[in-house]
T-cell receptor, first 114, second 112 residues
Framework: QKEVEQNSGPLSVPEGAIASLNCTYS??????FFWYRQYSGKSPELIMS????GDKEDGRFTAQLNKASQYVSLLIRDSQPSDSATYLC??????????????FGSGTQLTVLP | KAGVTQTPRYLIKTRGQQVTLSCSPI?????VSWYQQTPGQGLQFLFE???????NKGNFPGRFSGRQFSNSRSEMNVSTLELGDSALYLC???????????FGEGSRLTVL
């Protein structure tokens, strides 16, 4: 079982719709969760971090965390073609050496259709 | 504020050679992490340094090594290159040991 799992997509949504990206993680002791966006040919950039159960909103982006279900999601409201990118879920868990390690999912490719 | 700078951006090596990649973090950032990104495996964690100490290491063979200098700049080295080492190597810095990373543009290594 992968430590951080994402649906690889591709996920296509029309412009103006809500895009929903999902991520599950295996380490129940994980405390910190992040969403990164990576445009084609570019490096990842942090767009959201969430540490507590519930929702966290930042502009058109909402991160949702449910630790009991080991599930974190990212909602993008009013999707724009410029949101087309790969979205990476990342989780800080406990590595085999008991040191915190940031583990990335394989990413979900999102395409927003004009 | 300057971002994370990685050099070289592109390089081509042959099997058996070694390579050294350099990373200059954002000013004031003391943590530097290295990742390998390939289409098949995604982003794989290599190692993390904080104040010149390796704090964590991923599941890579000993051919992959790194270090951090007193000015927080970091280098990683890959010895005895294999074809499978062809990848984008990303360096990321952060102020402390958190997951809020700022990535450089990467060094794209091709091994022939």
């Amino acid at each position: 079982q992968k430590e951080v799992e994402q649906n690889s997509g591709p996920l296509s949504v029309p412009e103006g719709a809500i895009a929903s990206l999902n991520c599950t993680y295996s380490d129940r002791g994980s405390q910190s969760f992040f969403w990164y966006r990576q445009y084609s040919g570019k490096s990842p950039e942090l767009i959201m971090s969430i540490y507590s159960n519930g929702d966290k909103e930042d502009g058109r982006f909402t991160a949702q965390l449910n630790k009991a279900s080991q599930y974190v999601s990212l909602l993008i409201r009013d999707s724009q073609p410029s949101d087309s990118a790969t979205y990476l879920c990342a989780v800080i868990g406990i590595s085999s050496g008991s040191a915190r390690q940031l583990t990335f999912g394989s990413g979900t490719q999102l395409t927003v259709l004009p | 504020k300057a971002g994370v700078t990685q050099t070289p951006r592109y390089l081509i090596k042959t099997r058996g050679q070694q390579v050294t990649l350099s990373c200059s973090p954002i000013s004031g950032h003391r943590s530097v992490s290295w990742y390998q990104q390939t289409p098949g495996q995604g982003l794989q964690f290599l190692f993390e340094y904080f104040s010149e100490t390796q704090r964590n290491k991923g599941n890579f063979p000993g051919r992959f090594s790194g270090r951090q200098f007193s000015n927080s700049r970091s280098e990683m080295n890959v010895s005895t290159l294999e074809l499978g080492d062809s990848a984008l190597y990303l360096c990321a810095s952060s102020f402390t040991l958190t997951g809020e990373l700022f990535f450089g543009e990467g060094s794209r290594l091709t091994v022939l």
